[in-house]
């Protein structure tokens, strides 16, 4: 699967969306489902899901869809 639709995957999975959910415009509590505590269930999904480690202040940047996508390039994710 392309790193850029596991990363959707992981958005719908961990914020338990339906499987054809847009994603890629999704910001932090935009939706009632991405609260604090998905927001830690959806940092350790991205870890396991990209084989990175998400430090603090990479953890807090996430807070959108393509924030999240920015965090990973920096880890080394190659989207293109």
């Keep these: 699967m392309p ?3 596991r990363l ?3 958005f719908r999975a961990s914020l338990e969306l339906p499987a054809d ?3 890629d415009d999704l910001e932090y ?3 009632e489902k991405w ?7 959806l940092v350790a999904a991205l870890e396991q899901a990209f084989d990175v480690m998400i430090d603090t202040e990479d953890v807090l940047a996430i807070s959108s869809f393509t924030a999240a996508r920015k965090v990973l390039e920096r880890q080394g994710v190659d989207f293109d």
């Excluded at 609260?35 to 269930?41: C, E, F, N, P, R």
């Design 3 to 5: 790193p850029l639709d």
């Design 35 to 41: 609260d604090s505590l998905a927001h830690m269930a």
């Design 21 to 23: 959910a847009d994603v």
């Design 29 to 31: 509590r935009g939706i």
């Design 8 to 10: 959707r995957e992981v």
